[in-house]
């Protein structure tokens, strides 16, 4: 679970609570983005950084996902603005629902295995 997530001089910093090294991610459409780290900073508490690649950034919305590598769950999201932005920028809508549905499929299985068990 991410506490704390923000953009600084170009890096994503996230703060992950976790008793040993998380097992994580960063996607942008599709892809795993380079140069995550880790660094603890108490028992329990993990401060992740990644520098955003200026390749990635581009007019419209960029939404990136963090996704835990253990179940595949996405643990946050975050979008960066550029240029003008759109209203009805088709990508940002897009992106939202599928952000929705991710949320939808994760409780729809928690359902299902609780119903199960």
Avoid: Y
Wanted: proline share 3%; charged share 30%; glycine share 10%.
């Amino acid at each position: 679970m991410l506490e704390l997530s923000r953009i600084r001089g170009g890096i994503w910093e996230g703060v992950i609570l976790s008793q040993e090294l998380p097992r994580v991610e960063v996607l942008h459409l599709g892809q795993v983005l380079e140069g995550l780290g880790a660094e603890r900073l108490a028992e329990g508490k993990w401060r992740l950084s990644l520098p955003i690649p200026t390749e990635v950034l581009a007019d419209g919305v960029q939404t990136f996902l963090v996704r835990d590598l253990e179940n595949g769950e996405i643990v946050e999201r975050f979008s960066i603005v550029t240029g003008a932005p759109l209203e009805q920028d088709l990508r940002a809508e897009i992106d939202l629902l599928r952000a929705e549905l991710d949320m939808l499929k994760r409780a729809f299985r928690r359902h299902c295995a609780e119903a199960e068990g």
